[in-house]
């Protein structure tokens, strides 16, 4: 199964940029990397996804480097409803499988 | 559109008893998947189906099974409920399995067992 290693939590403020790294050392070459978001009694909700150098929607932006082995997912000024749990997911080697990390606890405070 | 729909929202269960979680989407996707969440924790994949007539198992498949009645319902069977199978459960469906297509959640079942 490929694995992802998130940081368990970050706090940040009001109108700050937030990154979120994720370690993803072994990535399929076939993989896309893709980011969800998580509220409480919710069930993750899509985000953005990318497979290499940057991506960048209406809520986000993701920058992946050449080596595709980390990625980093960028919320700009970030507001108290951003306040959730962000996963970073890929595709096994085997392509057969998608397995969630632990994901990153976000608290934005006022 | 609804999306993915879940039932029942929640539930409670003793020891031994049988349940059949059910899923829905309207979305017209060829895979679908069943997920659970333990408090605090992130989620693990139970059974995966990436078309129509096909069920993998993913990575805690043991004490459930599953149905892929057509392509718009998957259902999830406990058999013989524990109270570790206490947990959140989320179906979810893509366009396309596993590769480069992204998930669409319902908003889980609780289910307690007790």
């Known amino acids: 199964l490929a694995k992802t290693t998130q940081p368990i939590s970050m706090d940040s403020y009001e109108g700050q940029e937030v990154n979120i790294t994720c370690s993803h050392n072994n990535i399929a070459t076939n993989d896309y990397i893709t980011w969800y978001q998580q509220f409480p009694s919710q069930g993750p909700r899509f985000i953005i996804q990318?497979?290499?150098t940057k991506v960048t929607n209406e809520v986000a932006s993701l920058f992946i480097p050449a080596d595709r082995k980390s990625s980093t997912l960028s919320l700009p000024r970030v507001s108290l409803s951003d306040t959730a749990v962000y996963y970073c997911l890929v595709g096994d080697s085997a392509g057969n499988m998608l397995t969630f990390g632990g994901g990153t606890r976000l608290m934005v405070k006022p | 559109n609804a999306g993915v729909t879940q039932t029942p929202k929640f539930q409670v269960l003793k020891t031994g008893q049988s349940m059949t979680l059910q899923c829905a989407q309207d979305m017209n996707h060829n895979s679908m998947y069943w997920y659970r969440q333990d408090p605090g924790m992130g989620l693990r994949l139970i059974y995966y189906?990436?078309?129509?007539?096909?069920?993998d198992k993913g990575e805690v498949p043991n004490g459930y099974n599953v149905s892929r009645l057509n392509k718009r319902e998957f259902s999830l069977r406990l058999e013989s409920a524990a109270p570790s199978q206490t947990s959140v459960y989320f179906c979810?469906?893509?366009?396309?399995?596993?590769?480069?297509?992204?998930?669409?959640f319902g908003n889980g079942t609780r289910l307690t067992v007790t």
């Open positions: 990318g497979y290499k």
């Open positions: 189906s990436a078309s129509e007539g096909t069920t």
């Open positions: 979810a469906s893509s366009e396309k399995g596993f590769y480069n297509s992204p998930l669409h």
